[in-house]
T-cell receptor
Framework: DSGVTQTPKHLITATGQRVTLRCSPR?????VYWYQQSLDQGLQFLIQ???????AKGNILERFSAQQFPDLHSELNLSSLELGDSALYFC??????????????FGPGTRLTVL | GIQVEQSPPDLILQEGANSTLRCNFS?????LQWFHQNPWGQLINLFY???GTKQNGRLSATTVATERYSLLYISSSQTTDSGVYFC????????????FGKGTHLIIQP
C-alpha cells in the first residue's frame, strides 16, 4: 500500500458525460500528479499541483481540469467524454515539486470506461 | 521532451531464471524510478535510483547517469514477478512529471 488513495476504483459512463476522480496524497506530501494510461498512448503525465497551485501541465486535454484543495486532496474532472478517454487514471504524490529526492508514489488507479 | 526507451519489449522465462531489463534515456535526469505493474494494474515502486546501485532482495538496479542508462536485474524469477516493468524519469531542470518508457512485459512460466 503506497498510502495514496483514489476513488472510485471503477467508473462506467456514457459519451458526453462528465465525471470526477478523487485522490488523497500520502500524509506529508504536498505534490499531486495525475497520469493517464491507455493502450495507444501508454502512461503519460497530465498535470501537477503543489500545495494548492498548478505547477506543471503535460498532455492534458482542454476538456479535462483538476484542482487541489486546502486539505491537499485533488480532483480530476473529465467532461464531454469520448470513447477514447477510456483509460486507467493514476494519481501520484511526492514531497516536493521536482528535483532530487522527489520519489513519486502511485495510487491504485481509477479505471474509466466510456460507452 | 526527454525520450525513454526500454528493452526488451517482451521477455518469457522459466521460473528460477535471471533477467536484465534496460532503460535508456536521452537527457540528464533528476530522478529515475523503476515500477512493476501487476496484473491488477497497480504500479508498485521498486527503486528510486537516479544514480548508483541498490538492491532489494532478488531485485537490484544500477543507473549510470553519465551514460544515460539504467538496468534492472531480477534473479531467481518467480511467477509472481510476471507483469510489466516500467522505467520513468524526471528531466533535470524540468517540472513536467515523470516520463515513462513503454515497458518490458515479463512472463515467468512455472
Amino acid at each position: 500500500d503506497s498510502g495514496v488513495t483514489q476513488t472510485p476504483k471503477h467508473l462506467i459512463t456514457a459519451t458526453g458525460q462528465r465525471v470526477t476522480l478523487r485522490c488523497s496524497p500520502r500524509s506529508g506530501d504536498l505534490s499531486v500528479y495525475w497520469y493517464q494510461q491507455s493502450l495507444d498512448q501508454g502512461l503519460q503525465f497530465l498535470i501537477q499541483y503543489y500545495n494548492g497551485e498548478e505547477r506543471a501541465k503535460g498532455n492534458i486535454l482542454e476538456r479535462f481540469s483538476a484542482q487541489q484543495f486546502p486539505d491537499l486532496h485533488s480532483e480530476l474532472n473529465l467532461s464531454s467524454l469520448e470513447l477514447g478517454d477510456s483509460a486507467l487514471y493514476f494519481c501520484a504524490s511526492s514531497v516536493r515539486t521536482s528535483g532530487v529526492q522527489n520519489e513519486q508514489f502511485f495510487g491504485p488507479g481509477t479505471r474509466l470506461t466510456v460507452l | 521532451g526527454i525520450q525513454v526507451e526500454q528493452s526488451p519489449p517482451d521477455l518469457i522465462l522459466q521460473e528460477g531464471a535471471n533477467s536484465t531489463l534496460r532503460c535508456n534515456f536521452s537527457d540528464s535526469v533528476n530522478n529515475l524510478q523503476w515500477f512493476h505493474q501487476n496484473p491488477w494494474g497497480q504500479l508498485i515502486n521498486l527503486f528510486y535510483i537516479p544514480s548508483g546501485t541498490k538492491q532489494n532482495g532478488r531485485l537490484s538496479a544500477t543507473t549510470v547517469a553519465t551514460e544515460r542508462y539504467s538496468l534492472l536485474y531480477i534473479s531467481s524469477s518467480q511467477t509472481t514477478d510476471s507483469g510489466v516493468y516500467f522505467c520513468a524519469v524526471e528531466r533535470r531542470g524540468g517540472a513536467d512529471g515523470l516520463t515513462f518508457g513503454k515497458g518490458t512485459h515479463l512472463i515467468i512460466q512455472p
